[in-house]
């Protein structure tokens, strides 16, 4: 089986598993009240890691559209393939939608202002469109993250057609 170029490997698992981590943290941040100092300290740490996400997924798609043959074409073209691409597809669209929601969000809080005067964030953020959106589009992307999880598994242990190979480092 052919598999995806090394550099293309690694920013999936890597992305893979900061995505994560900025899920629970993010969940985590929400529950916390805007009055707490320590809010804004892991707002920035979260905002680090998902602008982080974000290069790595525009990396990811200027590598595959300057070189092709980094990403394995498929043998036949079945019904199942086209719906994966289609897929694949929208975690992109969602992952960077998530990462724009939240930069709108900071800049119309003047987060980068609030972390130099070591204010608070105003109540008004809560109540923001991209915070609505951003909270939306995460939770949908949880959803999205374990079916993608499922479906590979489903591959791996059902079909038994070693999908993983295709996204795992060796031989190409
Ligand atoms: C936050 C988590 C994840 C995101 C956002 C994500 C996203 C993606 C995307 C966009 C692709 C398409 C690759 C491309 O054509 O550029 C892909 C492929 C793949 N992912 Fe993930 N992934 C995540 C986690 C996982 C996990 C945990 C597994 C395994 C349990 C997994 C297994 C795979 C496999 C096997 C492929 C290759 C599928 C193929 O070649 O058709 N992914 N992933
Ligand atoms: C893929 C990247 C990201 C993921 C997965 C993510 C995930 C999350 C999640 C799950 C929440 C809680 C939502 C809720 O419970 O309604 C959240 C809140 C938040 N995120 Fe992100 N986020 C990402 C990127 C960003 C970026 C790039 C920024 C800013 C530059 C940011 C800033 C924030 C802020 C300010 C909150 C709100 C806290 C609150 O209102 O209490 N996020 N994020």
Redesign the pocket.
Known sequence: MKR?SPV?VAL??I??????IA?FMGFDIAALSNELDLKVDRIVVHAIAGIMIGCA?LL??TI?WLRPSS??S?TKRSMV?RV??I???G??I??LAVVISGITMAFKVDFPNIVAQGSTLPDELTFLVSRQLHGLLTRI?LV??II??L???Y??LILKDH??????FGKR
């Not at 992305?15 to 994560?20: G, H, M, P």
């Not at 999908?163 to 795992?168: E, G, K, S, V």
């Open positions: 995806y293309l999936h698992w992305s893979a598993l900061v995505i994560t899920l997924f990811r798609l595959k990403v394995p498929y393939e994966a691409k897929y694949h597809a975690l992109y969602l992952v992307l999205a993250v993608h999880i479906a590979s598994l591959h791996q999908l993983f190979t295709r996204m795992w």
